[in-house]
DNA sequence: ATGACTGCAAACTCTTTGCACAACA
DNA sequence: TGTTGTGCAAAGAGTTTGCAGTCAT
């Protein structure tokens, strides 16, 4: 594939009637070239580095925006703030009860099967997400000593 | 099994070195029986009945402790509150992205698998969940039209 | 009797909203 | 040129914290 990053995001807005910003430009490359899941607050002070002036309700919403563009999943983690990451290869994550700490697994879940029973159901299913609980390395160690 | 709820918190909570009290067997009762994901202020609402004067931090508090006692998992859809359950029989969520709406579906994902590739990361899986991002029915009409 | 638990009030974090200005098409 | 998008400030929702009093064991 020789569409660059840029490439998508420049076809995906104009199919849906939206207009290319230096906003949404500069947010879009920072989480793709980070690829990682980060906190809104993380992408804006290093999109910001990039384009001085830059506002966290425009992150927001830019955010928000390319998530219904499909370019952008959110990971809501339940305790803090919700992650935002590109869409890349499919993955799990372990979230850490006690900590909140989120690691990449590398499971692909069969979504299609999970996709297939949602939309039987009327629900029109974008993806699917597998989320693993518990405690991570640290934490646990922590909880035997105590 | 003819183990009753009030057992299984009482042993849990025995193991643990914890206390019962009359907060927690409410609690506990109010979400088994409500037999689907609320969130804390609907759980409070309804345990207030039974016991006028609970308050939120102790909802809160007791949720936190009946999550790692293992009876209660939370759910965390993003936008909004995260929502409670009693441990049942293992289902996926649909969460709607538009209006937030969390909806059950019968699959029981491959947990084992999930929980073994977490465990060889030195990760303490506890429990896996499966989500389906995406929208319901009404919002995709919704969409669908403007 | 003693330590855990609860309630109250206040604080805190994360996220959204309203409105005036700027900038893409 | 007409919207759509952005920044600023402020508000809002949900959740947590600190402390004094209460209750289980």
């Known amino acids: 594939m020789a569409t660059t990053a840029d490439e998508r995001l420049a076809t995906a807005l104009r199919a849906r009637g939206h207009r290319m910003t230096s906003q ?3 947010l879009h490359r920072v989480l ?3 690829g990682r899941h980060a906190k809104a607050e993380e992408i804006a002070r290093a999109s910001a580095q990039r384009l001085p002036g830059l506002s966290l309700p425009t ?3 830019t955010l928000e925006l390319l998530e219904e563009l499909g370019l952008v999943r959110r990971l809501a983690t339940g305790g803090g703030p919700v ?3 590109a869409r890349g290869k499919p993955h799990a994550h372990a979230i850490c009860r ?3 700490t989120t690691t990449d697994l590398a499971i692909d879940a069969e979504e299609d ?3 297939a029973v949602a939309g039987a ?3 029109v299913a974008d993806h699917a997400q597998l989320l ?3 405690l991570c390395e640290r934490c646990a160690a922590q909880a035997a000593a105590a």
């Open 113 to 115: 099967d999970a996709l």
């Open 83 to 85: 992650l935002f990451e």
């Open 24 to 26: 949404r430009l500069v």
């Open 98 to 100: 006690r900590c909140g």
């Open 32 to 34: 793709t070239e980070l």
């Open 132 to 134: 693993i609980w518990g």
């Open 121 to 123: 159901t009327g629900f």
């Open 59 to 61: 992150v927001y919403a």
